[in-house]
């Protein structure tokens, strides 16, 4: 909440405070993204040391950065959005369990939480990007003929790619999206 006051909106206590969570909760998710991306391409891993306590982190920071702020609605697409992903790639490691593997069913969970906390249009950009910008790294690779479609390439860094780019401008490529047909 701002109030206003002569000469501009200064933030109330609440609020300010609830800013200093939301950044320190996309801080945390900066720092393992960069050590998770790095150990997923080294060791095709995402390891639960790091993935597992970022479901807790999240939730505490965005939950109170939410009812500080006076934003509890926020909470519903963030939770939405971390049940839908977890389980969407926990299908798809089921359906093919030599191309998507659990880190990866962990990770989209904690991402779905952050995305939905930020709305649906972050959250859909976010969650498509992924398998976008993955998608096209394997055809980059399949042509240079440097993998085969028997390689393994870890998806962590695609998933962490994927949802900052939901992050920074997810609405607004949701949003352009959407107006090409005439939904926006």
């Known amino acids: 909440m701002l109030a206003v006051v002569p000469g501009g909106a200064i933030p109330t206590p609440g609020s300010a405070t609830a800013g200093v969570l939301t950044l320190a909760a996309f801080l945390y998710l900066a720092a393992i993204s960069v050590a998770l991306a790095i150990i997923d391409v080294d060791t095709h891993t995402l390891p639960n040391r790091i993935v597992l306590p970022a479901y807790p982190v999240a939730a505490i920071l965005l939950t109170s950065a939410s009812l500080l702020g006076g934003d509890s609605a926020r909470l519903i697409p963030a939770v939405i959005g971390c049940v839908v992903l977890f389980g969407l790639y926990m299908l798809m490691a089921l359906a093919y369990p030599a191309g998507m593997g659990l880190g990866d069913v962990k990770l989209a969970g904690v991402l779905g939480l952050f995305l939905g906390w930020l709305g649906w249009g972050p959250l859909a950009v976010g969650a498509f990007s992924a ?47 959407l107006s090409l047909f005439g939904l926006a």
């Open 131 to 177: 398998f976008l910008l993955g998608g096209l790294f394997a055809l980059l690779l399949l042509v240079t003929r440097r993998a085969s479609r028997k390689s393994g390439i870890p998806f962590g860094p695609w998933m962490l790619a994927g949802a900052w780019l939901g992050i920074f401008y997810g609405e607004q490529i949701a949003s352009g999206y």
